[in-house]
T-cell receptor
Framework: EDKVVQSPLSLVVHEGDTVTLNCSYE??????LLWYKQEKKAPTFLFML????IEKKSGRLSSILDKKELFSILNITATQTGDSAVYLC?????????FGKGITLSVRP | ETGVTQTPRHLVMGMTNKKSLKCEQH?????MYWYKQSAKKPLELMFV???????ENNSVPSRFSPECPNSSHLFLHLHTLQPEDSALYLC??????????????????FGPGTRLTVL
């Protein structure tokens, strides 16, 4: 059975801190790993990763995949209160998409 | 606004009722999805439609019945639900590229969801 584990489950930081969110997985026929940000209701797509060692970057957010060790990290630098959200990791194996439970990030002013 | 709308936004129904959730995408996409998000559980993919054809049904009970009459509309028909079916139901859409056999999950745009409560 495919499995996606995110850690930590929740995190509280102060504005300006840097955070690292973790996602480890066990899936058959790995195709891609995706990160989403969910505020209130609808998730919004952040990154899709398919190759090991290639960092994807968008502003203060960056992510990298290690297909040998089966994990990915999402980094957020100089956090802002608007970064407060649940961060979801999902892994596509074959044609199935398995989500982790999410990491709740709270950024305090 | 993501270009994906869902109605109703909130729904309360009894176990013997029949209701439908509606999703509409205004993005010209050709793939649509239903997800279920229960409290303290991971997001679960329920159904996938590519070019109006259902390609995924992740062991969803038959009391949930999807319908995709065209590439812009997706319905989820509900009947004889159980209280444990109470959850947030999210619709998403994406553009499947060319001859790829994969589903471009990366391009998914989500609707705001329908909060369903089954009494």
């Amino acid at each position: 059975e495919d499995k996606v584990v995110q850690s930590p489950l929740s995190l509280v930081v102060h504005e300006g801190d840097t955070v690292t969110l973790n996602c480890s997985y066990e899936v058959t026929n790995f195709r891609s790993l995706l990160w989403y940000k969910q505020e209130k209701k609808a998730p919004t797509f952040l990154f899709m990763l398919t190759s090991s060692g290639i960092e994807k970057k968008s502003g203060r957010l960056s992510s990298i995949l290690d297909k040998k060790e089966l994990f990915s990290i999402l980094n957020i630098t100089a956090t802002q209160t608007g970064d407060s959200a649940v961060y979801l990791c999902a892994v596509e194996g074959g044609s199935k998409l398995t989500f982790g439970k999410g990491i709740t990030l709270s950024v305090r002013p | 606004e993501t270009g994906v709308t869902q109605t109703p936004r909130h729904l309360v129904m009894g176990m013997t009722n029949k209701k439908s959730l509606k999703c509409e995408q205004h993005l010209g996409h050709n793939a649509m999805y239903w997800y279920k998000q229960s409290a303290k559980k991971p997001l679960e993919l329920m159904f996938v439609y590519n070019f109006k054809e259902q390609t995924e049904n992740n062991s969803v009970p038959s009391r949930f019945s999807p319908e995709c009459p065209n590439s812009s509309h997706l319905f989820l028909h509900l009947h004889t639900l159980q209280p444990e079916d109470s959850a947030l139901y999210l619709c998403a859409s994406s553009q499947r590229s060319g001859t790829s056999n994969g589903i471009p999950y990366n391009e998914q745009f989500f609707g705001p969801g329908t909060r369903l409560t089954v009494l």
